[in-house]
């Protein structure tokens, strides 16, 4: 548990304050057909944490949220309860499959004061956990889960119950350990992709390098090309790519920048005969091509779950100009069949040099589009921008966003501000606009048309309402050619 000094006050019995961010408390998947019978209760139970709680505890934390479903379902038999909310901990309830539930327990945030007589008095922040950033948590668990193993029907179809439950277990003993809830904000409601602007000539160049790899490695069923974690092109599924991507993007990328950056795992390769000098390799798959033993194993992963339910081999290959530049292909085969290292060689000598000319080209744009963006001083406004049509997200608020780290360049009061502006843009489905003047002399303002969404945050503190609507007419002028034409 991380605590963090918020300041003292003075005088005698002024004494420092604890702050302790949220907490998973518990996590359990059940399905209450498993045991209806009394004396069966525990074969409701699919998965626990953590696993060192007493059999009859689960036993009745599993039966309230049980409770809690079938009472709300009174009065709304389509949509029973969300979450539930209490002084000490929220919990969280999803059904992604009919009767498996999901629950997730976090505890509220607590601040710790010391009292005259010297003994520490615990407040919970009742109020600062917000429904629709945890519920959004807890939803990406699934499809998680539902990426590498399919869906839990599938499982009980190819072992049982037995076999579910071994699934579950493997997973998520794991997948909870990087779940850092304190980090947690709109950007997890959303679950965006970041995407890379490209000029034509170069995003016609990448079309025809997918095409011609395609045709030449006939095995590949779907790819997606990336940039330094941008997406330019994919030819998977919305949703299967949006998790596909929070994935690479918060796990796989970043395990393997970190050796590099500490001068480690150098890709650098001779010079082939008749091909380019590249610094192509795979981050799953084999490590070294030239070793004839080296183990071609891809992790599996799973895509048209509702449709066609493909199982499919993950291989994904990196070329680099520098360690803070580097392209992504994401290459799918059918699970049916195995990737040789043949093939493997085969994959690194199409893909390796033309990749590293790609890189190049496209490094070029970055550059570009770095100098037109203007970066010399530091903006008056920040902004999140989410687009629903194509999962497309901007934002300037964030330096950084991993599953351990939202490093945000302004307080954590004005982001809990756009998570209740988002939840009130729920709420209707009408085009509408929210500003707010918070309490430390910033305006924040919400904008919702046309199934994108835009939050600014301007640093104006004299600034009146007409002003700030002037202001944010221009940030959508020049960021994003009018597209919020509600006035």
Known sequence: MAAAAAGAGSGPWAAQEKQFPPALLSFFIYNPR????????????????????????????????????????????????????????????????????????????????????????????????????????????????????GTFLKAMEDGGVKLLKERLEKFF??????????????????????????????????????????????????????????????????????ILYKYLTTSLFPRHIEPELAGRDSPIRAEMPGNLQHYGRFLTGP?????????????????????????????????????????????????????????CRRLDSIVGPQLTVLASDICEQFNINKRMSG?????????????????????????????SVSLTSVHPD?????GDINSDFTRVDEDEEIIVKAMSDYWVVGKKSDRRELYVILNQKNANLIEVNEEVKKLCATQFNNIFFLD
């Open 34 to 149: 498993f045991g209806p019978r009394e004396g069966q209760e525990e074969n409701k139970i699919l998965f626990y944490h953590p696993n060192e709680v007493e059999k009859n505890e689960k036993i009745r934390n599993v039966g309230l949220c049980e409770a809690i479903v079938q009472f709300t379902r009174t009065f709304s038999p389509s949509k029973p309860a969300k979450s539930l909310h209490t002084q000490k901990n929220r919990q969280f309830f999803n059904e992604p499959e009919e009767n498996f539930w999901m629950v997730m327990v976090v505890r509220n945030p607590i601040i710790e004061k010391q009292s005259k007589d010297g003994k520490p008095v615990i407040e919970y922040q009742e109020e600062e956990l917000l429904d629709k950033v945890y519920s959004s948590v807890l939803r990406q668990c699934y499809s998680m889960y539902k990426l590498f193993n």
């Open 173 to 242: 003993h794991r997948y909870l350990q990087t779940l850092h809830l304190q980090s947690c904000d709109l950007l997890d409601i959303f679950g965006g992709i970041s995407f890379f602007p490209l000029d034509k000539m170069t995003y016609l160049k990448i079309q025809s390098f997918i095409n011609r790899m395609e045709e030449s490695l006939n095995i590949v069923k779907y790819t997606a090309f990336l940039y330094n974690d941008q997406l330019i092109w994919s030819g998977l599924e919305q949703d299967d790519m949006r």
């Open 287 to 343: 490590l070294n091509l030239n070793d004839p033993d080296a183990k071609c194993r891809f992790p599996k992963i799973f895509v048209n779950t509702d449709d066609t339910y493909e199982e499919l081999h993950l291989i994904v290959y990196k070329t680099e100009l520098r360690p803070s530049s580097y392209t992504q292909s994401e290459a799918s085969i059918s699970a049916s069949v195995h990737p040789t290292l043949d093939f």
């Open 375 to 403: 970066s010399e001083k530091e903006p008056q406004f920040k902004f999140i921008y989410f687009n629903h049509m194509n999962l497309a997200e901007k934002s300037t608020v964030h330096m950084r966003k991993t599953p």
């Open 414 to 418: 004005l982001m809990k501000i756009l």
